[in-house]
């Protein structure tokens, strides 16, 4: 039959540029025409893709109108603190009895994978899955050095081959020549497996069948012994982490996390009944 349909959204960062009354006039636009799209087809697929926010209204507009739309989320590092800090603001607020939960410090962008993990696991448990205004199940998580897709298998296909596809993403950038940097500077051309001790509590490695394997990065060397599986205590999540190719000069790398959202979400397909 025909595919429903799929679309990305981005750049909400150019909104703020405009009073706070008519931003969020914008955003309550979108949230009826998203509306309407899924009313039309509730299969159509949906990804937002986040963005670094001065205002913090603007991530409270995002997150308020269209997380009840939104199957498919992106975000990298800085947008990752922004958002588990609205959240703990939210809960902080709403539970002044409780002990008040600290923010998150944000690290440099050099994170090491556990650093990644631990926040991810924060906020699929705590706050995705706790919250009942959102609809994600599938999360697109990218920054220097490594990158990790998490969904429901339930309801998205292996990720194997967008992981892949979009980690190659930043060697193609690295590799582009400009006036003032040659070609051919991409730190670490082939990707290699992370070290993924000391996991945080509740998730856990796998071993896990997928049929993606189509990809060779290098001579001999198979796509699935790359990539590392994660399941999440008491989630239907499961999380596929790869490390990716950087830069010797990674100012090239940035507003890149939008091509590597597009093509990691054109490249996974939802399951659908």
């Known amino acids: 039959g025909e595919r429903p349909e799929?679309?990305?959204?981005?750049?909400?960062?150019?909104?703020?540029?405009?009073?706070?009354?008519?931003?969020?006039?914008?955003?309550?636009?979108?949230e009826r025409k998203w509306a309407e799209m899924k009313e039309q087809d509730p299969?159509?697929?949906?990804?937002?893709?986040?963005?670094?926010?001065?205002?913090?209204h603007t991530l409270h507009f995002v997150m308020k109108h269209l997380f009840k739309?939104?199957?498919?989320?992106?975000?990298?590092?800085?947008?990752?603190y922004s958002l588990l800090n609205q959240y703990i603001f939210y809960y902080n607020r709403d539970h002044p009895e409780e002990d008040q939960i600290p923010e998150y410090e944000a690290h440099n962008s050099r994170l090491t994978p556990n650093n990644s993990l631990h926040m991810i696991n924060d906020l699929i448990t705590k706050y995705l899955l706790t919250d009942d205004k959102n609809i994600i199940s599938r999360i697109q998580y990218h920054t220097l050095g490594h990158m990790v897709t998490c969904y429901d298998p339930e309801k998205w296909e292996s990720?194997?081959?967008?992981?892949?596809?979009?980690?190659?993403?930043?060697?193609?950038?690295?590799?582009?020549?400009?006036?003032?940097?040659?070609?051919n500077?991409?730190?670490?051309?082939?990707?290699?497996?992370?070290?993924?001790?000391?996991?945080?509590?509740?998730?856990?490695?796998?071993?896990?069948?997928?049929?993606?394997?189509?990809?060779?990065?290098q001579e001999g060397v198979e796509a699935q012994d790359l990539i590392q599986y994660?399941?999440?205590?008491?989630?239907?999540?499961?999380c596929g982490i790869i490390s990716t190719p950087t830069c010797k000069d990674p100012s090239k790398l940035v507003g890149l996390g939008d091509n590597i959202s597009s093509t990691g979400f054109t490249y996974q397909s939802r399951k659908f009944i």
């Open 6 to 30: 799929r679309h990305m959204f981005a750049g909400y960062q150019y909104l703020e540029g405009s009073p706070k009354e008519k931003t969020r006039a914008r955003f309550e636009t979108m």
């Open 43 to 56: 299969q159509h697929t949906i990804h937002a893709e986040l963005a670094h926010f001065n205002l913090d």
């Open 69 to 80: 739309f939104t199957d498919s989320l992106g975000l990298n590092e800085h947008e990752m």
């Open 159 to 183: 990720g194997e081959d967008s992981l892949f596809r979009s980690g190659y993403t930043s060697a193609n950038y690295c590799n582009i020549p400009t006036k003032e940097v040659e070609p």
């Open 185 to 217: 500077i991409c730190k670490s051309h082939s990707f290699k497996k992370l070290d993924l001790q000391g996991l945080p509590k509740g998730m856990k490695l796998i071993d896990r069948e997928y049929i993606f394997s189509k990809a060779h990065l």
């Open 230 to 238: 994660i399941t999440i205590e008491g989630s239907p999540f499961i």
